[in-house]
């Protein structure tokens, strides 16, 4: 503020110039992640002698949707002798508790209560769960989640294999399925590209250069030693499963990504989507905050990774919508006066860059993750990303207002999911 007091002028030059070199370093860091994706992960063989499984489900305000949630799990192909799972519930939801009560469950899942307290957060009640649980090896869904039946087969081989004694934690691929019905299409389908190239380029990316990253909010597989040496989650974080990425990393774990999916609907309209990318963005804010506090336990490496996953996703939802502005107020001014656009070179240079490096990632995400990427959405993409700049405005707000309030997705029962879920699931 004092620089911009001071010569305002040159602050705005050097403001302009940091932005630019953070759009350059983004577009680098892509093609790196990119470019390390290259080679998959090689398919572990499968166990005899398979390790007793915990799975965690917490469960607020979900009875629309438990029915359908209970007929995927019930699909899991896993020794059932090897496997316990449970259904954390919370007191002040009777809905759901009723929905669950006219079910008939699994034998290997049981129904819990989280005991009153705060804050009320999904961490908090998947430590609730963590302390009850007698796996060897434990994985977390959430209420709208149809994972692949042999996902948990899989991480068990991996975590199994002779090199993998450090390695912590494993991320599934997380698929977007958006309805076949839908009055969000351009939300649903920028949700689901924005979810391809994060979890089919720059995680395994990321997995294949050792680096740590931020874990997805589901499907990610644990050792539960290793949960327990950390603590569990942090109940006062709302994107728990980015900051466990990186207590994991400082406590001397290793993290990698499976290949078997789990497939999830888009949050929906504006209305539903506005709240969860709040949420994401305002955790990012805290795990930020707390692991910059003292970067020394991450080490270069996690710190770089910390800078160029999480802080670039901050920084570019922060100047996504002021950028495409700037670009665009300035061509329509000059085209208003009968004036060619005195817009620089370099900084137009610097945004095609940027936004073809997205672009691309985003191409081979969407085939990796068996969708179509088309013209219509390369255009229609800044649109998306520009929200994001709305989504930090309020996230930024609600982290001074109310820090750790949980703005809950809402889920909708589906009536089945589109032949090309199954397809990918049978491709698998």
Partial sequence: MWALVADFELTLILMIFAVQLGFLISAGWRGLLLAASLKPPVPSPGLSD??????LIALFREAEVVGQLIERLSRIDYPADRLEGFLILETDDPETRNAVNTLVLPDWLSVITAPVGAPQTKPRAL??????????????????????????????????????????ALQAPLRIQPPEVTDSPFLDRQFAIEYASL????????????????????????????????????????TEDADM??????????????????????????????????????????????????????GWSGGVSLALTVG?????????????????????????????P?????????????????????????????????????????????????????????????PFAWDKTRHFAQAGLPATAMAGREAG
């Fill in 50 to 55: 398979l390790p007793r499984y915990s799975i």
């Fill in 127 to 168: 430590n609730v769960g963590l302390a009850l649980a007698t796996g060897e090896l434990l994985t977390v869904y959430d209420a709208e989640d149809d994972p692949d039946p042999m996902q948990l087969r899989e991480a068990a081989a991996r975590f199994a294999a002779e090199d993998a004694f450090d390695l912590w």
């Fill in 199 to 238: 979890f089919d380029v720059t995680l395994p990316g990321l997995a294949r250069l050792g680096l740590p990253f931020p874990l997805g909010g589901t499907s990610n597989h644990f050792r539960v030693a290793a949960l327990q040496a950390v603590g569990g989650w942090d109940e006062h974080n709302v």
């Fill in 245 to 298: 990425g990186f207590r994991l990393w400082r406590a001397g774990g290793r993290l990698g990504v499976l290949t078997r999916p789990t497939h999830e609907p888009p949050p929906g309209n504006l209305e539903h989507w506005l709240p969860q990318r709040t949420r994401w963005l305002k955790g990012y804010m805290q795990t930020w905050g707390v692991h910059t506090r003292d970067v020394r336990g991450l």
């Fill in 312 to 340: 670039t996703a901050l920084a570019s939802a922060a100047v996504h919508a002021p950028s495409l502005s700037w670009l665009l107020s300035t061509v329509m001014i000059a085209m208003a006066a009968d004036l060619p």
């Fill in 342 to 402: 005195e817009t620089p070179a370099f900084a137009l240079g610097v945004l095609m860059i940027g936004a073809l490096a997205a672009w691309v990632n985003a191409a081979i995400g969407c085939r990796r993750a068996g969708m179509s990427y088309t013209i219509s959405d390369m255009v229609s993409a800044p649109a998306y990303w520009s929200l994001l700049s709305l989504a930090f405005a309020h996230a930024a707000w609600r982290l001074v207002t109310e």
